[in-house]
Structure formats: C-alpha cells, structure tokens
C-alpha cells in the first residue's frame, strides 16, 4: 500500500480523554469550570499576560478585539494584506475601513516601514499578524504606534509559544488573539483565546464576554443581579474544548520541540536548493524566536509553485499554498483599500508553498518529501543530502 503524507494531522496527546471524563463527571461543561481555570493560569504563566479570556476561536477574540477597540464607523484600521480575512473582517463589522499594506517578502509579515505613510487622521489601530510564529518587528512597531497614539492588536493566531526578542508574541499589543484551532501546534478543535494586556481593559473585556452584562461579577457576589450595560456576545468556550486544550498547554513544549527539530531538517535537506537558486527559504532572525508552525518556501513563479503542489500530489504528499492577498478580493475591495504600492505581497503569495509539518512526521517522511521537490525543480533524480551534513543548529 501506497503512503499519503497529510498536510496536517491534528495532535492528540494521549490525556484529552481523561481530562473529557472528568469535566463530563463533574457535569458542568457551559464554560467558566475548572478547566478553563487550569488553561488561564497555564497560558498566565506561559505569558504573563495580564488578562487571559478563552473564546470559542480565534476569530471571536478579534471580535472582542474590535469591540474594546472602540473604533467605530469611519475609522481606520491598517493591517497586512497577507492575512486570514478574519483579521480584517472583525474590524469590518464595526465599520471600520481597511487600509492594506504589503509585506516584506522574507517574513511575510507587515513591512513596518510602511506603516507611518499609511497613517492619516481616521486611523485608530494597527492590526498586525505574525506570519508562521515568526514575529514581527515589534519593538519599532510599537514606539511608531506609541508615538502616534495608536492601538496596537496583534493576530498571534500561529504563535502559542513563539517570541520576539524572548517577549511572547501577544504580549506587545493592547490585546492579542491566539488560535486554538485544530490546524494550529496545540488545539481543542475550535477555540481561542483574547489577551489583554492593559489592565484599564479588563472589566470591560469581561462585561463584553458576557452578552454585555456584569455576569462576573454577579458570580461573584459584587452586585446584587446582573444587568445588561453594553454590547457584546456569548465568547466562552465551553469546558469540553478547556479539558481538551488544558492537556495539549501541558504538552506545550515538546510539542514545540519536536516541530523546531522537523523545522531545521527540513531547511538543512533543502538549502543546497536555495543555493542553486531554485528556491527561497524562510529566514527568521535571532529575535524571532518562533514555534515552527509552517515550513514554506518560494518557487519562482507562480506555474512552478503550481506544478510542484501536483507533482507533490502524484506522488501522495499534500502541500498547500496559503492566503491570497485580501485588498484583492471582493471583501477587501469593498470594506478597504491598498495603500501605497503593491510590490511584494501578490508575487510573493503566487510564489508560496507550504509543506506538510505535524506532529509525527517522521524524518524519514521529509526526507522523500525533500527527495520530490527535488525531483520536481531539477527534473531529474537526485541525491537527497543527510542530516549530518545539512541540518542546522
């Protein structure tokens, strides 16, 4: 029988079931239970974030985001066109406009010196994304949003345990959102988590947690019954998804070890590829510390990052290219626009292949996912090298 390499396989630690039992044992599974309590505390020590709320996503994290934010109709948000569109659409439901800006084709991320001739006087919040756990560069980022009395959101949707200059990513931000989706190194399905990182924010963030009431503070015996006092939803993740991240959170580390090491042997079997010129391979520098949650690399156009994903397909290994830049798609022509000159982020995008990176991939695996792109880009067999003589340290 043939193997098929996946893209992605979700993790499973080994507790989650007993971690489901017991919440189910202990009948109250709503939310807000023990579980959640464990995460926090975990995801406190892990950050040191001063306010942590679990969210049925991600995306619900923006959403609150937005909320907090106070931004509202008129305003501007700037963002990275190379994003998921719920980085633009949680501000888009608050009727804020999007002004796009391209990326720099290393990172992927928002090229920081282009934030400033982005600004104008509707703009309220930068919205940026850490592209893969590798940061952007944050310390300029936020003394240019400091400076322009800006807030600061980060989408470290990709980034649970990654860091920048050895400060977690999701920390530099007034808030931030992290993913907890079953695509991403630790997960419970679907779920996400909000920080706050302003403490000026926090009861407002709770009041919006909960449909816009003071709920919480009810539980807790500071008013006599709760009351309706302003817009917000139902963001709370239920105890199940808690006991099922709680094990993963306590798994955090060797799950991150584990895909920095298929990380490096990927980028030692491919360099003599990228020397050749054939490809371009990521290069976080020292401060980005990041959590390995993709491997991509470049091809020179677009019909070659094209032939390689089906080459690839043939021969049972599934790759992936990523987003298409949003201030080209219906949505981001309608609620924004692209500010300044598009150079790197359409090319780039065209050019982007992911590789499969999971947990339980095997060396021996990457080694014939190497050996075919090999094969591909140089069109004839070759000599995959060996960890001995191309992994990095």
């Known amino acids: 029988m043939i193997e098929h390499i996946p893209f992605h396989k979700p993790l499973i630690t080994g507790k989650e079931t007993l971690y489901l039992k017991e919440a189910v044992d202990r009948a109250n599974i709503a939310g807000n239970g023990i579980f959640a309590e464990r995460c926090i505390q975990t995801l406190k020590n892990l950050t040191r974030s001063k306010g942590i709320f679990l969210t049925p996503s991600c995306t619900h994290a923006l959403e609150m985001a937005a909320i907090l934010s106070g931004l509202q109709p008129g305003d501007e948000v700037i963002t990275s066109s190379f994003t998921h569109p719920s980085t633009a659409n949680a501000f888009a439901r608050v009727g804020c406009e999007i002004a796009f800006v391209d990326v720099n084709p290393v990172s992927m991320n928002l090229d920081d010196k282009l934030i400033e001739n982005a600004i104008n006087e509707r703009t309220k919040a930068v919205v940026v994304m850490h592209y893969g756990g590798v ?28 860091s920048y200059n050895d400060q977690p990513l999701g920390t530099f931000g007034h808030f931030a959102a992290i993913s907890f989706h079953q695509t991403k190194n630790i997960h419970c399905g679907e779920g996400g988590a909000l920080f706050i990182n302003d403490e000026k924010y926090l009861e407002q963030a709770e009041i919006i ?10 539980l807790r015996s500071e008013t006599p019954s709760y009351k309706w006092l302003d817009i917000g939803s139902n963001y709370l993740m239920n105890e199940l998804s808690a006991a099922f ?10 799950i991150n070890s584990e895909r920095l090491a298929l990380w490096s042997y990927y980028h030692g079997l491919l360099s003599p590829l990228e020397k050749a010129g054939k490809v371009k391979l990521p290069a976080p520098d020292k401060r980005q510390n990041h959590n390995a949650h993709v491997f991509f690399l470049k ?50 995008s065209d050019r982007l292949v992911r590789l499969p990176l999971f947990n339980g991939l095997d ?19 070759v000599e995959v090298p060996t960890d001995a003589n191309f992994i990095r340290n």
Request: with cysteine.
């Open 363 to 381: 060396k021996q695996q990457v080694e014939k996912i190497a050996e075919h792109v090999f094969e591909f880009l140089l069109k004839e067999n």
């Open 245 to 254: 991240l709680l094990a993963q959170l306590e798994a955090l580390g060797p």
């Open 135 to 162: 940061g952007c560069q944050m310390e300029r980022i936020k003394k240019l949003t400091e400076s322009h009395g800006l807030l600061l959101i980060e989408d470290a949707a990709h980034c649970i345990g990654a």
């Open 209 to 218: 947690r909960d449909h816009g009431t003071d709920r919480a503070a009810f």
């Open 299 to 348: 091809c020179p156009n677009s019909e070659t990052r094209n032939g390689l994903i089906d080459y690839l397909r043939t021969n049972h290994i599934s790759a992936a290219f990523h987003y298409q830049p949003l201030h080209s798609s219906p949505g981001g022509k309608k609620w924004g626009y692209f500010c300044g000159e598009d150079i790197h982020v359409s090319a780039e």
